[in-house]
């Protein structure tokens, strides 16, 4: 297993690699000039050359190239030409606050769906698996900001149960001390039950929206695998042995119906991680897709290079983790490597 | 015949919704075993020989229904019971083997707890003892090398291995009758006598009956007391092997002892029987579902069949039996 693990880590050096020269290049192939921009719209034809030349920007691509591996080697990776930060300290302020609300918003949208794709696979044709295709319409039909601004409206406005969707903690409360970055993590941690609550509280509605979004592709795998493997022989040996229906149904039906849903489960992470940026907006959400937007809109290349670089290490770290928990599940995929 | 048999089955109708309308899978299906022996079921590729043993054992795919019969196992009626006493005497007291052991095992469990899955829940096997027992069981079925194989996988194993696992599967409660469908599709020549001889073997060790499902007619004369003859969902014939295949009086059972293949005959000299299985969506079936393959074919045959008695020494159902 351990020998697997390496050889499974060896062989994401190649593509770490090739994201790097591809985010390098994609930024530069970017529309917009970030001189021009960066010197304002009254600035002379000099003074953009001028800056053009203060960012390098007038070396031959592969000098730039260099130089960028180089600054990326030490952990550098620029600074912003808005607002002068480096972007490498704003990433890693803002990944967590997007990290935990999508994974938060996960755990909701699997809590849901995976026992609703189940019971409609043992039920097929009864009201639970009609309940299970409405919702899972419903939930990829509705755009997440509509979602959210319902949300907010009923549960903040009207009814008041919500705070007041101004990112990830209130005004009055203050973060707990930075260890990994997740506030309830780190509020637990440090045994600060009421910031714990307070970001738990500012989490909820953000977490739900992405959840009811997520949901469907979830709940749809789910129940498509499992009345895939319910049909199979095993199954039916199982219960020709008179095994319990927990056991048939879950230790031998729903361990084997797992395999693909993981796979799902790592597509709709990364891309909720993406693409979660109109949730930050409704929510004022301090996270990495509202940031790498403002940057796109700016021709700020170096935030926009940083964010797909960021983007592409956490998918690829992702697509690791998930052939690990494949190997865990199904013996078979172990000998393979 | 003073005993009441193992297994009783009188009277069984099966039917499947499909989109192209119901099909009559069994129609009064009525057969028997008793302790101790083994009732060889044979027939052609759907002739509803493996639908009679899922229904029987409650296995049945959701679009398939119980319309009539009953199926008494002991005092029980496995047709009539509820969903959880028929879940609790499966793998107990009437277990079955599958055809195709490869994909018959849970792939993503070693063998030796899918074995244990079975011991916990029907053997009285305190948790701790579980695996232990697995492997005594793995032993009995003759794997070498047992306490290492229990941790194996199905797809670690070869197809003779799997089978002889699921049969330590089927029999780890000891049950008094085991159905087993085809247990030798897939396996070699070799390894198919030796799984015939080791289910044999352990039937005798319990007194056990045995079900053996098959179309292999050769087979079933070898290892069977008794021989059940299926065509399109119905038993055209029951009698002792030796006189079924001395004195078949059903004409379908005689073509198939025909079209039996044997070492001497060459190829032009082999029989088939002609015509196919009707298509049971019809609703204009005659009372024998042979009758429009048959060469014996008269005028009554279009009268409802001859009512068969349950189990008397040898039934035929036909108006023209062979003599």
């Known amino acids: 297993m351990l020998t697997l693990m390496l050889k499974r880590l060896a062989m994401t050096i190649p593509s770490l690699i090739g994201v790097v020269i591809v985010t390098f290049l994609l930024t530069r192939a970017l529309p917009g000039d970030p001189a021009a921009y960066f010197a304002g719209p009254a600035a002379s034809p000099e003074a953009i050359e001028q800056i053009r030349a203060s960012l390098g920007l007038d070396q031959p691509l592969p000098v730039q190239f260099v130089h960028y591996v180089i600054d990326l ?39 849901i769906a995976v026992p609703l794709g189940i019971l409609a696979a ?104 499992m009345l895939a493997v319910l049909s199979s022989d095993f199954v039916r040996t199982a219960r020709a042995c008179g095994l319990a229906s ?53 021709s700020d290349f170096a935030p926009v290079q940083g964010f797909v670089l960021t983007m592409a290490v956490l998918y690829v770290a992702l697509n690791l983790a998930i052939d690990m928990l494949y190997g865990l599940i199904d013996p078979r995929t172990r000998m393979d490597a | 015949m003073t005993a009441a048999p193992a297994l009783l089955v009188e009277d069984l109708s099966v039917a499947f919704r499909t989109r192209g309308g119901v099909v009559q899978a069994l129609e009064h299906v009525s057969f028997a075993v008793q302790k101790g022996e083994t009732l060889a079921i ?111 996988y199905p797809f670690e194993m070869s197809g003779g291995m799997c089978q002889r696992v699921m049969i330590a599967i089927a029999l780890a409660a000891r049950p008094s009758v085991l159905i087993a469908d085809e247990p030798t599709t897939g396996l070699d020549v070799t390894t198919q006598a030796v799984i015939m001889d080791l289910i044999g073997d352990l039937a005798r060790d319990i007194g056990m009956a045995t079900i053996f499902i098959t179309h292999d007619l050769a087979l079933a004369a070898q290892r069977a007391d008794r021989i059940v003859v299926m065509h399109a969902g119905h038993v055209v014939e029951t009698a002792p092997t030796a006189e079924l295949f001395a004195r078949p009086r059903h004409p379908y059972t005689a073509e198939l002892i025909a079209a039996t293949p044997d070492a001497a005959a060459n190829l032009s000299e082999l029989a088939s029987i002609p015509g196919a299985l009707p298509d049971l969506r019809r609703s204009d079936l005659p009372p024998c579902r042979y009758a429009e393959r048959c060469p014996r074919r008269q005028t009554d045959c279009d009268v409802a069949l001859p009512a068969a008695p349950a189990i008397p020494e040898h039934v035929v159902a036909c108006w023209n039996p062979l003599s």
Not at chain 1, 154 to 175: C, E, K, N, Q, T
Request: aromatic share 8%.
């Open chain 1, 73 to 111: 080697a030490h952990g550098d990776l620029g600074s912003s030409l808005t607002t002068g930060q480096p972007v490498a300290a704003e990433i890693a302020a803002r990944l967590p606050a997007s990290a935990e609300l999508t994974l938060l918003g996960l755990i909701v949208s699997m809590a």
């Open chain 1, 122 to 225: 043992t039920r097929p044709g009864s009201a639970i698996d009609h309940a299970c295709r409405i919702v899972t319409t419903a939930g990829v039909s509705l755009p997440v900001f509509f979602t959210g601004l319902i949300l907010v409206y009923v549960f903040y406005y009207l009814l008041g149960w919500a705070p007041a969707p101004l990112g990830r903690l209130g005004i009055f409360d203050s973060p707990p001390p930075t260890i990994t970055g997740f506030y309830l993590i780190d509020s637990l941690l440090t045994g600060d039950g009421t910031t714990f609550m307070a970001s738990l509280k500012q989490l909820a509605l953000p977490a739900i929206t992405l959840g009811l979004f997520a949901l469907a592709p979830i709940a749809r795998m789910t129940r498509a695998s």
């Open chain 1, 246 to 298: 927990y056991t048939v149904v879950v230790t031998y039906a729903f361990r084997n119906a797992m395999l693909p849903v993981i796979t799902t489960l790592g597509m709709v992470f990364s891309f909720l991680l993406g693409a979660n940026v109109l949730v930050e907006k409704v929510f004022a959400w301090p996270g990495i897709g509202s940031f790498a937007v403002e940057a796109l809109i700016a």
């Open chain 2, 42 to 152: 044979v027939g052609e590729s759907g002739s509803g020989k493996s639908v009679t043993a899922y229904a029987v054992m409650g296995i049945l795919d959701p679009a398939g229904r119980v319309t009539a019969g009953r199926a008494m196992l002991g005092g029980l009626d496995l047709l009539a019971a509820s969903a959880d006493q028929v879940a609790a005497v499966r793998g107990r007291e009437i277990a079955m083997i599958f055809q195709n052991p490869r994909t018959a095992l849970n792939p993503i469990r070693t063998v030796g707890k899918q074995i244990a899955d079975v011991l916990l829940r029907h053997a009285n096997v305190p948790r701790r003892e579980a695996p232990g027992r697995a492997v005594d069981l793995l032993r009995a079925v003759g794997i070498t090398d047992p306490a290492r194989r229990a941790d194996a």
